[in-house]
């Protein structure tokens, strides 16, 4: 076994060139006599270095200060202190005391002159291999986190129906940007259960949209309410009707949104209670579409009550007397448990529950 040093008559130690000797997987490191570096004293240490296989108790681990390990990996990249302190516009003494640093935390010498160079000890170039790692790591972190979320978030990523994209998200859009010019915003049309199915795959963040029938493990944030009406051309047969028996609306012809929407599910469950079957309807994905279809006579439409006012008032279309209850969705912006919303999406549902309300009360 080589020695690790000798002792003069005077008592005083004199290091050896080899002052480590590996024993299985635990090596005992022991560092006798003169200073490790200037500025620290003289050293006695006696640990025994973790076994690589064993869990690290991190909480009560002191860790590495993530500076020391750029200026680290800078030295080396270089060769030299100088070199190290102008990439990274530091000071050569700011390099020489993060060295420094680094080297009495971790117990022992990471760096030699040879000649002009500075070269890596066996410990630092195992250090190297690692500092390399978590500054990689960190800088991942750093973009992900910056990329999701930043001061307001850098993207914007929506499913909404093609009412709301017609309607609520233009207005919204033109306030937003305001005041988040760089971020980028994509749109996905889509009703209620078809956004549900793209959040849940992680490909939209928020959803535009009406509250769901089925319970859904998400957060809905409650925006405005709006009414359904059921609606006719003013030529049509019952347009001038006081009064409409349940029985006369199973006969009826209707033009209704699509029929796998949480506003179909509406109509359907009002439809079931007062017992009229849906005999003849003709399905679209598109509100507009309907009320122009209404206008020429080919059915009863049931549209919410704002997107028909101009007509009610022209006399082009007509509110019909149906029985029963008043048909009310609540729309809302929907998002994964489990999650805070960044600036910019707490910014857009605001946007959208003022413009939304607006909308609804004319």
């Known amino acids: 076994m080589p020695s690790l040093g000798t002792i003069s008559p005077s008592g005083e130690w004199k290091e050896s060139d080899k002052c480590f000797q590996s024993i299985g997987h635990v090596g005992l490191e ?22 690589p296989r064993k869990k690290i108790d991190w909480e009560n681990e002191p860790v590495l200060d993530s500076r020391h390990l750029q200026i680290f990996v800078a030295v080396q990249s270089v060769g030299s202190f100088t ?41 630092g170039e195992r250090l190297l291999v690692r500092a390399r790692s978590i500054l990689n790591e960190m800088g991942q972190a750093r973009a ?26 233009p207005a919204v859009f033109r306030e937003f940007k305001e005041s988040f010019p760089e971020c980028m915003i994509s749109v996905e049309s889509a009703d209620t259960p078809k956004g549900i199915e793209l959040l849940e795959e992680k490909r939209v963040d928020l959803v535009l949209g009406v509250c769901p029938f089925r319970e859904v493990d998400l957060v809905f944030h409650p925006l405005y309410q709006d009414r359904l009406v059921f609606v006719a051309s003013s030529h049509h047969p019952l347009a001038h009707r006081a009064t409409l028996a349940p029985e006369e609306l199973s006969g009826l012809r209707y033009l209704l949104y699509n029929k796998s929407s949480v506003t179909f599910r509406i109509i359907q469950a009002y439809f079931e209670r007062h017992r009229v079957r849906l005999r003849s309807f003709i399905e679209l994905g598109n509100m507009e579409a309907i009320k122009e279809m ?26 019909l007397p149906f029985p029963g209850e008043v048909l009310e969705r609540q729309w809302g912006i929907l998002h994964r448990r489990n999650r805070s919303l960044s600036l910019a999406e707490e910014t857009f549902l605001g946007l959208c529950r003022s413009v939304g309300q607006g909308l609804v009360q004319g």
């Open 30 to 51: 022991i560092a006798y006599g003169t200073s490790l570096f200037e500025g620290v004293g003289k050293v006695i240490t006696n640990r025994f270095r973790q076994d």
């Open 144 to 169: 992900e986190v910056s990329d999701e979320e930043g001061w307001g978030g850098k993207r914007l990523r929506i499913a909404a129906s093609t009412t709301a994209c017609q309607y609520i998200l």
């Open 294 to 319: 209404v206008k020429v006579g080919l059915g009863i439409g049931v549209l919410p009550d704002w997107l028909v006012r101009q007509e009610f008032v022209k006399g082009t279309l007509i509110q």
């Open 83 to 123: 070199g190290a302190g102008k990439r990274l516009r530091l000071s050569q003494s700011s390099v020489t005391r993060a060295i420094q640093a680094l080297e009495s935390e971790l117990g022992c010498r990471l760096l030699e002159r040879s000649g002009r160079k500075v070269v890596l000890t066996a410990a």
